[in-house]
T-cell receptor, first 113, second 114 residues
Framework: SQKIEQNSEALNIQEGKTATLTCNYT??????LQWYRQDPGRGPVFLLLIRENEKEKRKERLKVTFDTTLKQSLFHITASQPADSATYLCALDMGTGANNLFFGTGTRLTVIP | DAGVIQSPRHEVTEMGQEVTLRCKPISGHNSLFWYRQTMMRGLELLIY????????DSGMPEDRFSAKMPNASFSTLKIQPSEPRDSAVYFCASSLLGPGNEQFFGPGTRLTVL
């Protein structure tokens, strides 16, 4: 069956440390992988997109890697801040042009001051 | 741009009543998505439209759910009759048609069915 799993439901880290979130998938062959942030009471907000032929993508303190052999994406937040506390969702895009995304279960990150 | 607009933001209704959720996508976007989010099941895609045409409604849980998109700037999700297990947050999202495009989500409608 097709599955998209994100590591632990909740992740707590100390302010200033690097947070690493994992997205693993089975039985999918995505052309793109997107990461979203969701704050309580709000809709998800797009953060980053990485293509299947890209190994790594960076945006400010965020870094995403994509390993199509391992079927895994890692999402890093360096120098984490309490304001980074939120739920982070990965989403797979098959690149067919149909435009639908397959979302993971999400990881709730808490950065402790 | 105002972003994706959803109404109402909160809806409390009694079992058996009809519920209609509304969405206005971002102007110029030609793909629209309806999602349901619960603690147990996460974010589930219910149905999506490309150029106002329903493409995939396999996520719609039952015949009690229906969705329409009469024009490029408006969509509705209707539940009739509603049941307590329909209680969830319903999100509408829009995007430009094409691979690799991000989706823009609305603020959601929190539905409670008593």
């Amino acid at each position: 069956s097709q599955k998209i799993e994100q590591n632990s439901e909740a992740l707590n880290i100390q302010e200033g440390k690097t947070a690493t979130l994992t997205c693993n998938y089975t039985n999918y062959s995505p052309a793109y992988l997107q990461w979203y942030r969701q704050d309580p009471g709000r809709g998800p907000v797009f953060l980053l997109l990485i293509r299947e032929n890209e190994k790594e993508k960076r945006k400010e303190r965020l870094k995403v890697t994509f390993d199509t052999t391992l079927k895994q994406s890692l999402f890093h937040i360096t120098a984490s801040q309490p304001a980074d506390s939120a739920t982070y969702l990965c989403a797979l895009d098959m690149g067919t042009g149909a435009n639908n995304l397959f979302f993971g279960t999400g990881t709730r990150l808490t950065v402790i001051p | 741009d105002a972003g994706v607009i959803q109404s109402p933001r909160h809806e409390v209704t009694e079992m058996g009543q009809e519920v209609t959720l509304r969405c206005k996508p971002i102007s110029g976007h030609n793909s629209l998505f309806w999602y349901r989010q619960t603690m147990m099941r996460g974010l589930e895609l219910l149905i999506y439209f490309n150029n106002n045409v329903p493409i995939d409604d396999s996520g719609m849980p039952e015949d009690r759910f229906s969705a329409k998109m009469p024009n490029a700037s408006f969509s509705t999700l209707k539940i009739q009759p509603s049941e307590p297990r329909d209680s969830a947050v319903y999100f509408c999202a829009s995007s430009l048609l094409g691979p690799g495009n991000e989706q823009f989500f609305g603020p959601g409608t929190r539905l409670t069915v008593l």
